[in-house]
């Protein structure tokens, strides 16, 4: 369903459509993923893991291990070079030296001919620990009594400034509009509530792996590797191994998932020093027990909301605690402040002119965390959405209406990025469009049924990309890029760009994904960045492309390249139509005078655009009180777009991270007890299936401005926020009972509603 406010621009190829251009290939099994890679000679490669979160290592032997029929080489801290790793801080050990910090880090690896044999002698390897006092809770850890974690942070290459010597703090970002103290006495009424969210896996289908080869003749190091960022990858293995850089070539492969988790090196370093030693190829695949223990999961979260409001629901200040359990490590996350850039959202869609926001990442004693769709955001509009409706129940407002009061507006300041301003905001039209779909004002109350309704926005992620063009002897266009798609469709995009500007068939549009060789750097695929930046950087190329290809044209047809027209893939003169080449025979003659069609575009994005993307959700559900168990009836999404590049795939995006929304709000969730995740397969860590969706209305807000090509917004980020505040709201709607721990279990509901029954017994005896 959409909102047909905006006229949009006709176009061929763009607003279409179109098929997976790799769909093909992975559907008829070619499509290649890491562990695909089958090298000559290739040795297994498996990691011994601590069984403790915290302990000194006092002795390794490895003696049993190394005799065991086919272990080809088994390597320990003590082997390699003391280099501690990470995307941006590097805090990481490759393996424990000294002590380990969770359960699940690396001890050692053995390579052997066979994946069991590899398996059984970790098992063989003796290890000696004394235990140290863990801390798991990351508002113990901030105290001055918990143990601390890391006795050498301050020296930590890639460490941020931080702005307090809090323990454990590795980073401490802040954001502040006006003065909140003041706003906090300027309001009638202030709430003050605390939530707390899970650990959650990112659940692709494809585990991390890792394949490298190191050529004999030249040195040179040969990659493959589930990573997204080919070019960070390069850089942080060069200087974990202590290679040069430009001996080391990333092979992109195809990525089975990522949302965000496809970034680190992982096992990379150790398939490195077990090819060194053994002369052969390794490579590394985690099983799906090692993922949920060793990954690199969303952050589990204490947040702390305070928010004062007039009594007509005018908020007035807010100010936002958010510590995130970061886990034993920081070496995950990719951002310069080692923080969650959602952070900056913690005010959430709301005008407010006092806003202070503090976002903690504390170490602990648990799994390294990393990115997941949305990082941070997700944690923190559950806190803010949620405590929406309860102040809006406290000053009697309907939850829509408190909303809408204090919805963004053009112009106004947002904390981080957007301060001069927002433009094109669309809050109040998704507000609106949310309360029409859903027949919010009359919908009918029954027992046990309940609706609710939240709100979220983001804005498209910066950085930088390279692109390469091409014309073949058949006219088929090339692009050469070195973005993995993972999974969203990105490539597909990219091509039906090029064949819009170019007015050709999509048919006639060739990807390739090159190697780490083709450019010199760029950012890589993440935040919702790819359409944005690469987007540009393609039709960058293809203006180059158009003119070069007007002048060889030109000298053929006799004319100046001015008098050149592209049309239908065809280049013509424009006083005489008749006069035309096709792409063929301009590259046929081009290829003959030994001149290449080719050009080369880079394309860097520094400054976040003031527009921002707008999303709400309402959810319908059924709480059974006799079980706790709530039953998603139905679920209404308005999103706000502007020119929708690929209508299926766009779909796909909102439908995806719908569900992932879904996940986290009722069924998903690390357990974790005294650092030792006890969901170790996905059996235990209930990802939602069919049967736990409702059916999905999608409604379309269109406005006329998108910072992306052909003004475009993202989505892939912007649909799962809002999902879970919504079902808790709908759940308090439904039967009372406020949950502000997600996930929202049967067992935490009926929790809850034996006690508002004692309550209500007590009460109505007093």
Known sequence: MENKKAKQQTFSTIGKSAPRVEGLQKVSGKALYTADHLLPGTLWGKALRSPYPHARILRVDTSRAKSQPGVMAIVTAADIPNVLTGRRLRDMPMLAGDRVRFI??????????????????????????????????????ITEGAPQLHEGLKNYQGLPNLASSINNVYSHDEWRIGDVERGFRESDHIFEDTFTTQHVHQSYLEPHSSVLSIDKETGAIHVWVSNKAPYQTKQSLSDAIGVPAEKIVIHLSAIGGD?????????????????????????MIMTYTEELMAGNPRHASVIVVKTGAKRDGTLMARQVRAFWNGGAYGAMKPIPSVNLPGAVKAAGS???????????????????????????????????????????????????EIRIRNALRDGDPTPGEGQAGMVDVKCQEVLESAGDVSNWKRF??????????????????????????????????????????????AHTILCQMIAEVLDIPISQVKLEVGTTDCFRSEAGTGASRVTFVLGQAVLNA??????????????????????????????????????????AQVAAAASAQGKALEVESYHQETETPPEGVFTACVAEVYVDRETGQVHLRKLDTVHDVAMILNPVGHQGQIDGGIMQGVGYALTEEMVIEEGRVTTLNLGEYKIPNVKDISALKTTLVRGDVGAAPFQSKEIGESAISQVAPAIANAVYDAVGVRIMDLPITAEKVFRALQVQKTENITGSRT
């Open 104 to 141: 699940g880090e690396k001890i050692a690896v053995v390579a052997a001919e066979d994946r069991n044999v590899a398996g059984e002698a970790t098992q063989l390897i003796e290890v000696e620990y004394e235990e140290l006092p863990p801390v798991f809770d990351p508002l113990v850890a």
């Open 259 to 283: 949302f965000g988790g496809k970034g680190a090196l992982m096992d990379l370093p150790l398939c490195y020093f077990l090819a060194q030693r053994t002369g052969r190829p390794v490579r």
């Open 350 to 400: 709301y005008r407010i002119p006092n806003v202070k926001i503090d976002s903690y990442a504390v170490y602990t004693n648990s799994v390294p965390c990393g990115h997941f769709r949305s990082p941070g955001m997700v944690q923190l509009v559950f806190a803010g959405e949620s405590q929406m409706d309860m102040i809006a129940e406290s000053l009697q407002i309907d939850p829509l």
């Open 444 to 489: 009918k109350k029954s027992p046990q049924v309940g609706h609710g309704l939240a709100l979220s926005y983001r804005n498209v992620g910066i950085g930088d990309a390279n692109a390469r063009l091409s014309v073949g002897r058949e006219g088929i266009v090339s692009l050469l890029i070195t973005y993995a798609d993972t999974g969203t469709g």
């Open 542 to 583: 293809i203006d180059k492309l158009k003119a070069l290809l007007r002048d060889r044209a030109a000298e053929m047809l006799g004319v100046s390249a001015e008098e050149i027209a592209i049309e239908k893939g065809r280049l013509a003169s424009k006083r005489h139509s008749s006069r035309s080449l096709s792409l």
